[in-house]
């Protein structure tokens, strides 16, 4: 279940508050509940994984739009949101693990979240782990992104070509971790080890889940 005890203080954009990101995780969940609640489809049973994260970053970002100060941006692909007034872009992934990295078709410079979901034995969704974290972009010094390539597979199919975020880049992902559920989100000594080995690049911050 969400709770706002799951909360942490991070850095976030100016003027986005904690309390936009979780009514915004509320009102997604909501509404996938209403779905199957009122029209009895179960949507993650029909469609293809990705396409279904593709979906959930798309709700998020609308209900986002209707309670913060970042609403929908369409003049251009990127960003997905944009503050009212004062040109701060905000893109928004999901994904279905936590503690996830970015990734993207542009590894462009700015806000990053990305709102880490479980699926429900129902069909519900539930999220677990939330990121944020402002990335360098990929044609910079000192980028959070790398290019990713894409190779044919036996069947002959290609995903397409993408950017995903560096150890750097993950880990500052990682660092900004805003909403974490610790029933199912744990920072395993495993995880806190290769976050250390990259410390000398960029330390712990104190507001990091990896900070001891």
Known sequence: MLKRKYLRTVPL??????????????????????IRENAGINLPAIIQANNFSGIVSNVFTKKLSNVSIYH???????????????????????????????????????????????????????????????????????????????????????????????????AKLRDGTVYLNPHFVQITPALLGKRKKISGNLPIPPFSPFAE
Not at 104 to 131: A, K, M, R
Request: aromatic share 10%; hydrophobic share 30%; proline share 2%.
């Open 72 to 170: 929908s941006y369409h003049d251009q692909r990127y960003p997905d949101l944009m503050h009212a007034t004062k040109g701060i872009g905000l893109e928004v992934k999901a994904a279905n693990k936590p503690l996830k990295g970015g990734e993207g078709h542009n590894g462009h410079s700015g806000w990053h979240i990305v709102v880490c979901y479980q699926i429900l034995e129902t069909g519900d969704i539930e999220f677990i782990q939330v990121e944020i974290a402002d990335l360098i972009g990929y044609e910079c010094d000192g980028a959070d992104w790398k290019y990713q390539g894409s190779r044919r597979n036996s069947n002959n199919s290609q995903r397409t070509e993408t950017y995903v975020t560096t150890k750097v880049g993950t």
């Open 13 to 34: 954009p100016e003027d986005l508050t904690n309390n936009d990101i979780f009514t915004a995780l509320q009102d997604t969940q909501d509404f996938f509940t209403a």
